[in-house]
């Protein structure tokens, strides 16, 4: 089996996370920038983090034999200091032009608070002023429909961004009809606990097809599964999808997408 974890926080995880995703046949590993299981004190751990996705990780990840890109971004779980985000935000582009880095993310709304919505209207503009590509984090529970629909709104509301280009992660069920209408890509995590476990995102591709959709397992600082998406794949095994449309989810999609930034490259063979 071949797949690609198009979301997977690597700066938490061991080294043994990494020989079992590349003995499970992984391709590569794309990081967004998020909470770091703590708030940062300033700018500075800011630009620490950066260059950490952007340097020591993907050095760490070639040790395995895994290419490794990234997405930047402040987290919105750190966006409610507006001035803060300012700093960051006018920090980002001086890691840009880094070979590893696809685009802005993972932004987006936690609380669907007032600055929240603010800071990823700064990260919109940002994407559109330098032509990148964007990752979204949707927030959780009974935050989520709210929370999309005004995330949705306010990418569609700026007309410098092409909608192919943005992928809105962690949708579940009553919010994956409205991403993929509005012609965006749509990212399902399979956490053990919350968010969409294998067995929902299988229904999820079984009733809405396989366009413009992936799956990721996050891997985080929480309770997660560095190998979800080879288990669901083994899952949809024994549904009785073929290898061929299994292939299209966890590997084509998300090469397909990511391919739309020219960085994006893997090893032949
Ligand atoms: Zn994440």
């Not at 579940?172 to 929902?200: F, N």
């Not at 591709?205 to 190998?227: F, K, Q, T």
């Not at 449309?245 to 020219?262: G, H």
Request: aromatic share 8%; glycine share 6%; charged share 25%.
């Amino acid at each position: 089996m071949r797949y690609i974890e198009p979301h997977g926080h690597m700066v938490s995880r061991v080294t043994d996370d990494y020989i079992d995703m590349v003995t499970a046949g992984c391709a590569c590993v794309c990081e967004p920038a998020f909470w770091a299981g703590y708030d940062r004190s300033s700018v500075n751990g800011f630009y620490d983090y950066f260059c950490q996705l952007t340097d020591y990780e993907p050095k760490r990840a070639a040790k395995f034999g895994l290419p490794h890109f990234c997405w930047l971004c402040i987290n919105p779980k750190e966006s409610e200091d507006v001035k803060l985000a300012e700093e960051v935000v006018a920090l980002i582009p001086k890691f840009l032009d880094r070979p590893n880095v696809l685009g802005i993310g993972e932004i987006g709304l936690n609380k669907n608070s007032k600055n929240e919505l603010k800071v990823l209207e700064m990260h919109i503009d940002l994407a559109a002023r330098h032509n990148q590509m964007i990752l979204v984090h949707t927030p959780h529970l009974e935050d989520k429909l709210k929370g999309t629909r005004l995330i949705v709104d306010a990418i569609k509301s700026d007309k410098r961004i092409q909608l192919d280009r943005v992928i809105i992660d962690h949708v579940e069920e009553h919010t994956i009809k409205l991403v993929l209408d509005a012609g965006l890509w749509a990212g399902m995590t399979l956490y053990p606990e919350s968010k969409c476990s294998p067995a929902r995102a299988i229904d999820m591709l079984e009733n809405y097809g396989s366009e413009r959709l992936w799956m990721n397992s996050a891997c985080d600082w929480g309770v997660s599964i560095p190998l979800n998406v080879p288990y669901t794949a083994l899952e949809m095994k024994r549904r009785g999808w073929s290898a061929e449309d299994i292939d299209k989810v966890v590997y084509q999609n998300p090469l397909k997408f990511m391919s739309q930034c020219k960085k994006f490259k893997l090893p032949k063979g």
